[in-house]
């Protein structure tokens, strides 16, 4: 079946420090690979998207590229702000499956001044 | 526009009691989700409905918990009776064909 691998947390960084959290998924043919994010008591929100090999998805300052060969959708930001601070989804859509998707357990970045 | 409508935001219940959770889409949205999230499980997806009808409800624990749509505008996730296991935070989403899903603020269950 479908999963999804993220890197464990509390990831916890400097303001203006460079980020990385991991993901890795395992799909049947090609899935299309979203980040969302989940501020303290609110539900998700999309962050961003890739729906093919090598497509970069960004917003604010966020960015991941799908990489097939390495089953890969790194979350990077160059420049993390107190802001920031949240628990990051990482979640493909498998394209036999309907609308569903299927999430990675989630990992918490507390950004501190 | 208002986004997805969850009720209630907190619930506090005894074991054995009916808990109902509700949830009202977007309109015009035809998929809606229902995701239970846990500390120890993370996000999982309990159900889902396209165009009121479920589509997958493989997700859903055990026949304590039943989820209905009787219309687009309104779902509901019931659980009889209830457990302190059951205790989560319920999220719903809607979702265009393909679209990204919009999620609800939870609703956060306590079974004591």
């Not at chain 1, 999804?4 to 998924?25: D, K």
């Not at chain 2, 959770?21 to 998929?31: A, E, F, N, T």
Request: aromatic share 12%.
């Amino acid at each position: 079946g479908n999963s999804v691998t993220q890197m464990e947390g509390p990831v916890t960084l400097s303001e203006e420090a460079f980020l990385t959290i991991n993901c890795t998924y395992t799909a049947t043919g090609y899935p299309s690979l979203f980040w969302y994010v989940q501020y303290p008591g609110e539900g998700l929100q999309l962050l961003l998207k890739a729906t093919k090999a090598d497509d970069k998805g960004s917003n604010k300052g966020f960015e991941a590229t799908y990489r097939k060969e390495t089953t890969s959708f790194h979350l990077e930001k160059g420049s993390v702000q107190v802001s920031d601070s949240a628990v990051y989804f990482c979640a493909l859509r498998d394209p036999g499956g309907g609308n569903k998707l299927t999430f990675g357990t989630g990992t918490q970045l507390k950004v501190e001044l | 526009d208002a986004g997805v409508i969850q009720s209630p935001r907190h619930e506090v219940t005894e074991m054995g009691q009916e808990v109902t959770l509700r949830c009202k889409p977007i309109s015009g949205h035809d998929y809606l989700f229902w995701y239970r999230q846990t500390m120890m499980r993370g996000l999982e997806l309990l159900i889902y409905f396209n165009n009121n009808v479920p589509i997958d409800d493989s997700g859903m624990p055990e026949d304590r918990f039943s989820a209905k749509m009787p219309n687009a505008s309104f779902s509901t996730l019931k659980i009889q009776p209830s457990e302190p296991r059951d205790s989560a935070v319920y999220f719903c989403a809607s979702s265009l064909i393909t679209g990204e899903l919009f999620f609800g603020e939870g609703s956060r269950l306590t079974v004591l």
